[in-house]
């Protein structure tokens, strides 16, 4: 708040009344750089006159000869302090009564004698202008204001200041502010949870209450394949509830790329056909081949024996005997009518 008055003596060229004319402007500037000006002028006549030399004639506003009174009561203000409203004087009493102010803290008019300090239509005694909850004086300092309240800048900071979700202390007049999604920031704060590289106005990933830059955030969380750890970006495949690259997901013998071939596993390594027969499987006793079981594959079986349903023949017709009677001569099995013949 600045206060500046001014004071200057005229007299008129014909009577030589000397009248003493003071004005007090009143300046207030609040936190958010609003001003706010009150500017009173008053009057007063110098003793050294007779009370007939002068007259305020109401319909012309000149001087003559006679009374000069108060516009409002008509009172003389002859030797009296007066204030000059719209070019028209008024005793102090009625100027208080219709155009001073009343203090928005003591209810109480502010008198001429007193300094009024307004702001947004609202007026207060230089003694009544504090901090609505701690009281302190706020002449002549920065205050904000809230609800039709005004407050010193520490509390006004303290109870309805805005805060960074970062680092939770308030935002100051003219800061930056980033914000996402109801959440707040200094811009120093909003960076990055895990490299805490200032973000800006780059592209960010949010998960759950943090905030990640893209390569961070592909960094932790992206899927990594089983095998190499490289995070898949595309064309990945899965197998028991693990991911690949489709290029590492190969058999565990021969390298073989199993992406969209048959495979099978032996614990818990994935095998292509060929290697899983050769390296697993029984053999067919008829063929000696593997018997893999890939594919739904089927066999018999016959004590120790092992044989592909394709392969499983009778030694002498032979005609297929899954499913029938048989009778085995040494390594040899036999439909029934092969084995009579035989023994005939």
Not at 118 to 128: F, G, I, L, T
Not at 231 to 242: C, P, Q, S
């Amino acid at each position: 708040m600045k206060k500046v008055k001014k004071s200057k003596k005229t007299a008129d060229g014909e009577s030589g009344i000397s009248v003493e004319e003071t004005t007090t402007t009143t300046i207030i500037t609040n936190a958010d750089g609003d001003i706010t000006t009150t500017t009173k002028t008053t009057k007063s006549m110098n003793d050294d006159f007779s009370p007939k030399e002068i007259e305020y004639n109401k319909e012309d506003s000149d001087w003559h000869s006679g009374v000069f009174c108060c516009w409002q009561c008509d009172d003389s203000l002859t030797g009296q302090r007066y204030v000059l409203r719209d070019e028209h004087p008024y005793c102090v009493r009625c100027y208080e009564q219709v155009f001073a102010n009343t203090c928005d803290e003591c209810s109480k008019v502010i008198g001429i004698d007193s300094k009024d300090l307004s702001y947004k239509d609202k007026h207060w005694h230089e003694a009544c202008f504090q901090c609505n909850k701690c009281r302190a004086s706020l002449v002549e300092k920065a205050f904000g204001s809230k609800n039709e309240k005004v407050y010193c800048t520490a509390c006004y900071d303290a109870n309805y200041a805005s805060r960074c979700d970062g680092c939770t202390d308030v935002f100051r007049a003219g800061t930056k502010k980033m914000e996402y999604k109801g959440r707040q920031w200094h811009e120093k704060c909003f960076v990055c949870n895990v490299c805490k590289t200032p973000i800006g106005t780059n592209s960010f990933i949010p998960r759950e209450q943090d905030i990640y830059c893209t390569t961070c955030y592909q960094e932790k969380f992206s899927t990594r394949c089983i095998k190499c750890n490289k995070i898949i970006t595309a064309g990945g495949v899965t197998y028991k509830n693990d991911p690949w690259h489709r290029e590492c997901f190969t058999c565990t013998n021969c390298s073989l790329p199993l992406a969209g071939q048959r495979f099978t596993s032996k614990d818990e390594k994935p095998y292509c056909a060929n290697c899983f027969g050769e390296l697993f499987s029984k053999r067919c006793t008829a063929c000696a081949k593997p018997i893999t079981g890939i594919g739904g594959t089927r066999f018999v079986s016959f004590e120790d024996r092992h044989w592909h349903t394709d392969c499983f023949l009778c030694a002498g017709c032979k005609n297929s005997l899954v499913g029938k009677g048989f009778i085995t001569d040494a390594s040899d099995i036999l439909c029934p009518e092969c084995a009579k013949q035989k023994l005939l």
